[in-house]
């Protein structure tokens, strides 16, 4: 809440910055990024995500930065547009070179350049419309020119007509004149313009990955990145990769036809042409972010040969596999797949410049695409000539570079397969080749941790595991886009033994902590003490053991509940995750402060109630990870509509798992208009307060008949008395009590709530007056004035709106109220015997001197902040009572992270309600409006008959 403003990726940054990521590097050399510590001493990171593959050479290259910098010292042009450019040239001239070492025989390539590897993609892909709509042009063309010999052969009667007209569809009889060869030719032509319509189709392989721009985020298989612009490009199908059945069967689907005529023997026949409808096919030797999975020698051969049988253009994506970093200068010759095209990027420009590149061999190339496509920046003489020179540092020595990254990958990759022996329960795979590699960790959806669980289901496991490398290890890692269980690898051809025994060492650690479940190590940097040592020494095991109170299998339950929670307090947390134990107060509510953008953690196993009625109820908890105090700042700030979309969509996540009550609860319920403001239909929501109302008032009534022979006469205060609980317990405290006291927060609006409630105080003890109950407490008193007397006389209705009438007569008749106060000062609390603590802060707010002597006080809260003053726990003539706490008749267990307040056989009120509820069928919003007396006797009854009982303890 208190982050500085940006502007910049403000929503990803604080994504990062939730998991410690979001550095401020200051300096980069060659595997190292450099941050500045508290004292300003730099700090070195070893760097495994070389800018996402753009740093082959590593960073800041020496003799790439003095080259830079003597490019711009010397005022070499960086926009020179519309002149020569021959050192784009010579770039060419050695990519040319390369390519024809690489592919033996190949043809030469025409060069065009683009500042991004997306761009250079899209570049290949209107190149490859482009040259399919000049084919598509000259077919026509083409038939055209042979309608025209075919006519004029008929008419010099060197050509017979058809006799077989059965490709053209419908019924039309060959043609026995000219004038019907004609209206033949006129029906060809409408076949073929109805096929001309047929829109292009490119294809890709699934898990691909080109990119993000409008055009080439549609070659992006992943559907986080492309569907909500699918409507924006034309159709991609993708097809498996390593599959290339599969993609003969799909393409054959696409392929179109259209007819011509041509004269054979004398005779004019109707053929078959193929219609250029097959755009391209784009593939990556290697699918990097898909999960580095290579393609087969045997499928990129097949592939060609279809291709090459429909004049489907292959473009070959080498911006993440090119410039040498799998060990050849391209990935794609590796495997014998020729391309018609191919894109390179990233380290083309030497970790320095903006640079890409789209290669086109001459006999597909269309010289006329220079005139239709243009970049301002693509080609720029700074670039260019960056990209020559690191094109000559990564031929040097014959290509010494690509040798050390097949040199150093296979080490890496020697590391990696040891460890995935020694731990097999924790990594799930070890894949790549060169200096492109992925370790790929075991599923970690069913984890014992709920940290380690909530991580993996959310898909940020890897952004965890990452941020513990780089904070406790000083190692900075990538995930890939479509594997989140993936941890990419690619440093620069400079990575030396030392820093791969670095990496090795804090992967050890990672293995040990998923393996034993031990999520303290994992997040201590997070939580605010010293990065580089955790609250203990040693990992602890905390694999996961049979669940206390979980479903067993005994059949289905009768219905389904579930609870939107917060773990609010650092003792619900340690409850959610034992790990956690050794962490203090501060570091774990620090932790939480940290996790604010990713509240959600995963819902827990059901706990099965069985009621004593035959019936029984599976509840599952489904937490958010916000303390109460962040819970408080959202409602000071007026930003609790962000909290109410969180419960919107945990609501939604319950309703899918077939739960038809769920309760809102643990300080949820004021930012989700209790209930009435979530918007998720066919289902019940309850935040459980009409449960706790009854169960607290029942409690105190029970104390008082022990203390004082009775709760008549009593004068009652009720801290929080402008709030929905609150106000119900001043209310229905007003058959009992002879005055009752509100005291509220004194902030804006505070006075306006207690007003509020003052009044539906009178017009509930007008109710109960009228209708006729033996008058006690306010009652009473009231019954005395002669308002009253003078509406009983008239047999004024019992329902009647009545509260603010009296409450004016009231302020005319007396200086003071005598019977209800309305103040934010808390010392009036000691002139009451019964005190109800229904204050939503997240500390104290009562102490010694506001309690007279031998006072009944009532927690409300889930936290027990009034328990929490250290004065009130000496005060031995104080009776406690934990407010709405329930006993439960089967001692259900609940779920951890909601019972670290309840003892055996008890059970929050809150909880209570959404078990009573789901087992009595109960449908609709429970809590909209107020907690009237009506609501209240109806839900203590119905938890009576499932076995709740009050607890006054």
Known sequence: MNAPTRYAEALLTGMLGAFGLDVEYVRAEKNSLYYLDDTGAEVPVLDLVGGWGSLMLGHNHPEIVAYAKELLET??????????HPVADQVGAVLNGIVGREFPGAEPHSVVFANSGAEAVEAAVKHCEFDRVLRMKSLFEQIEWNADVALTALREGAAALPDDTSLLPGDMPAPTTVEEFGALLGAVAAHNLERAATAPVFFALERAFHGKLVGSTQFTYNPLFRAAFASLGREVCFVPPNDAAAFEDILSEHRVTVLDVEVVDGVITLVEREFPAVAGLLVEPIQGEGGIHALTPEFAARIREICDEVRCPIVVDEIQTGMGRTGTFFASSAIGLVGDAYVLGKSLGGGIAKTSAM????????????LVHSSTFAKDGFSTAVALRTLELLEVDDGAAYDRAAERGERILAMLRELAGAYPDVVADVRGKGLLIGLEFADQSQAASPVIRQKALAGLLVFQLGSYLQLAH???????????????????????????????????DVCEILRHQDALTLIHPLTGGEQDRAPRSEIRDFRPAPADGAVAAAGPATAKAGLVSYPLTPDTLREL?????????????????????LKDLPAFAPVRYDSPQGTSVDLTVYPLLVTQQQLREYQVSGQTFLIGLDVDRRVREAKADGCGTVGVG????????????????????????ALAVGSALTA????????FGGPDGLTVAVVGGGGRTGSAIAALSAGWAAKIILVGSGRPGSDERLRATRVRIYQEAWERIASGEEPTGVCAALATEPLIAGWLADGRSADEPSGAEIAAFIDHAHDVDPFVVATDDLLSVANAQVVFSAHSSPVPVLDEKHLSDRAIICDMSFFGTAAESAALASRGDLRYVRGGMLSVSNRVILPRGVSASTGAGELLAGVAEVITLALSGSSGSMDDGLITRERVDAIVDLAKQHGFETVST
């Open 75 to 84: 005022g070499w042009p960086v926009h020179s547009q519309h002149s020569a």
């Open 359 to 370: 290669l086109v061999r001459q006999s597909r190339y269309r010289p006329e695409f220079e």
């Open 474 to 508: 000083h190692i900075r890692t990538g995930p890939t886009a479509s594997v989140p269980t993936m941890l990419r690898i690619e440093p620069s051809i400079y990575i030396s033994d030392e820093e791969i025994d670095q990496l090795r060492t804090g992967l050890v």
């Open 577 to 597: 995750d034992p790990s956690l134990a050794d962490l203090d107060d501060d570091r774990l509510l620090a932790y939480a402060r940290r996790c604010e953008l």
């Open 666 to 689: 643990f300080g949820l319920g004021a930012v989700s208009g209790h209930g009435a403001a979530l918007r998720v239909p066919g289902i019940t929501v309850t935040a459980g307060s």
């Open 700 to 707: 105190v009534e029970r104390v008082a008949a022990e203390r």
